[in-house]
């Protein structure tokens, strides 16, 4: 075994301990260590912002962009926002002993499935360490302890931030081990973290495509896949033209670097002549630069011919690919595809289109005449998040605290034997 296996099972061993401890606490010792995180972080927040400078220093001078630059930053302002969003996590309901369901067997037993932690919840994700608290906070509340495996790139940021953390829960009944990072910056931490399989419960990756696939086919722990979003927004032959208008510009451009944002949008043809000046148009003047058909381009010279890699692209820019379909059952064809599902919406006045485009798309959200954008923990009125997940088993859409729990069965008899 190397020494950098031995170092990643040993915080995953501790982990397994704290987790144990932490998993029967009551919601007020772990609001009350909560709220000390928060006040350490603001406490402590010209310690942190040092540490991140080195990250920052490194960053431009591997020549990161400046877009890549500002997510890694962190100032003074953002650190209280960063507490501000631990102290929100304080007030939201803890999901641990919820009763799912009950009742009282013909037999006299009595029948409770209740909610608990899932219990050691490894993190990987790529640059913002303010992922670090985010992670931290929501697997402590919802009685998870946390392996935070952030990227090279947010070392030295991620290592204060932890310190700082763990600090903060000396003086509370959370175990200091419910929060740990994993060692070392090469890729074998990550490896062996995702072979400790028995140690860790769960692993979620946050970041892009490349980092969730590999966490996907590597790990022998089980792993929730989340983040990747090739959303899409269909304008149906129903459709209100203004309504689409805005929710199409909204969908790409209110924020084009986050998973929910639209990566391409479907018009049918008998919409097309009347709606796609008019959109193609504001997407511009949004920045936004259109990857279009044959039939898209017809409306606009500026707009660059469409691949077939432009139908599976994450752009996560100011791009988007534009597609004209006959039907909506073309539109849906395209959607079940080239989709990652995520989120799709149909713009319609139609309710049968909507009933049948949302029977028939296989997507984690579905929205009818609302913005992709909306597919997002806070939004939902859950709270925080620690992903959107892309799968079917255990958990889809929004992850918040229900999501990081299990269930298990409590019956209470007495004396009862089974004949």
Known sequence: MSDIERDV??????????????????RAAKDEALQAMADALVKHADQIVEANAEDVERARAAGQSAAM?????????????????????????????????????????????????LGVIGIIYEGRPNVTVDAAALCLKSGNAALLRGSSSA???????????????????????AVQLVPGVERDSVRHLMRARGLVDVLIPRGGASLIQTVVRESTVPV????????????????????????????????????????TLLVHARVAERFLPRALGALRDAGVTVHGDDRVRAFDDAVVPA???????????HDIAVRVV????????????????????????????????????????????????????????FGAEIGISTQKLHARGPMGLQEMTSTKYVVTGDGHVRE
């Open 9 to 26: 099972r040993a915080v995953a061993e501790r982990a397994r301990e704290a987790a144990a401890d932490l998993a029967p606490l009551s």
């Open 69 to 117: 630059v500002d997510r890694l930053a962190l100032t003074a302002s953002r650190i209280e926002a960063i507490a501000d969003a631990v102290r929100e996590i304080v007030d939201l309901p803890d999901p641990v002993g919820e009763v799912v369901r009950g009742s009282t067997l013909p037999n006299g037993l009595e029948l409770r499935q209740t909610r608990v932690p």
């Open 155 to 177: 070392y030295s940021s991620n290592t204060r931030i932890v310190e700082v953390l763990r600090g903060a829960l000396e003086g509370t009944e959370v175990p200091v081990d």
């Open 224 to 263: 929730i896949e989340t983040g990747v979003g090739n959303c899409h927004v269909y304008v149906d032959a129903h459709a209100d033209l203004d309504k689409a208008l805005a929710i199409t510009v909204n969908s790409k451009a209110q924020r084009v670097s986050v998973c929910n944002a639209a990566e």
């Open 307 to 317: 691949t077939e890699a432009d139908w599976t692209t994450e752009y996560l820019s």
């Open 326 to 381: 006959d039907s909506l059952d073309e539109a849906v064809a395209h959607i079940r595809e080239y989709s990652s599902a995520h989120t799709e919406a149909i713009v319609t006045d139609s309710q049968s289109a909507a009933r049948r485009f949302v029977a028939r798309v296989d997507s984690a959200a579905v929205m009818v005449n609302a913005s992709t954008r909306f597919t997002d923990g806070g939004e939902f009125g």
